[in-house]
């Protein structure tokens, strides 16, 4: 070979290096002889084979979306806890006031009469007493003073004291003698002074009662109930004019049993809607009697001509 083709070959092996050099690549050793033969071709990188270090990185793409305008990340809101208020300070309620001691006991189980009545009829003034008064300090009265005493604040003993009594007393009017014997019973009144001499059946209004008086000293007494205010019993001194044991009334066809007449039609009789209904009737101007053994022993003891009195 000649030197101008050695230098030639030289030139292009220099120019192959330094474009290798320029694209990156790992040079290879080329070599030469003396014969005139090419430089074998440089092998391709494989797919699998790692970059080399002198390699630049992939250059990084610009997001189209700026850092501003992505959502900033938030806590989820955590509802806050409400301070719990101190407890309030606690107040005792103080127990209520003990009760008085009682008074001296005025009435208790077991006694009878007037002063009971009373206590009765003012107790049933104020809704507790539920009966007509009676006259005796048994159980039911026992038991309405109790529960007297208790809405009022007193010791409840069942016995009226001087403490019950006085309260009562504030609370109620004087019974009048209506209220204290509805069912009847009431002691007689004062006999009028018509009544003193003779023979009279002397009739008070006042505590519906009717007396049969033998000069001046009652010898029988019964409950009487009167007229209406539309036919009221006449008052004043009349006498019995007629007797009639089975009459019966010839303007009411009502039976009058031991009639005995003493003004007009008005008389003195029996009355069997009387000892049924007590006072809730009323008669159409008779006297009229509820005892039946009473007023028939009265009748076979008045006579025609005794005198009848009847007063307030």
Known sequence: MSRDATARGRAAAGAVVALALACGCTAQAVETTSKDKKSPATRPPSANS?????ESPLKKMKSPVSRAELPQSRTPDVPSTPSTPPPRPRTSTPPPPAPPEPGPVVLARGQDGRKVRELQARLRQIGWFGQNPTGTYGPVTATAVEGFQGKRGLLRTGATDTRTWDRLLAMTREPTKAELY?????????????CLTGRVMCISK????????VDGKAVTT????????????REGE????WKNRDHVSTLYDTPMPYA?????????????????????????????????????????????GDKVVIYK
């Not at 790692?50 to 002198?54: F, I």
């Open 50 to 54: 790692s970059p080399t270090p002198s």
């Open 182 to 194: 509805p069912d009847g019973g009431m002691p007689p009144a004062k006999p009028d002074r018509r």
């Open 206 to 213: 006042e505590s519906r009662t009717l007396t049969w008086m």
């Open 222 to 233: 019964v409950d009487v109930r009167f007229g209406s205010e539309y036919t009221p019993t």
């Open 238 to 241: 009349f006498q019995v004019f």
């Open 260 to 304: 005995m007449f003493f003004s007009g039609g008005q008389a003195v009789h029996y009355s069997s809607d009387f000892a049924a209904r007590g006072y809730n009737g009323a008669s159409h101007g008779c006297v009229n009697v509820r005892d039946k053994k009473g007023i028939a022993k009265l009748f076979k003891q008045v006579r025609t």
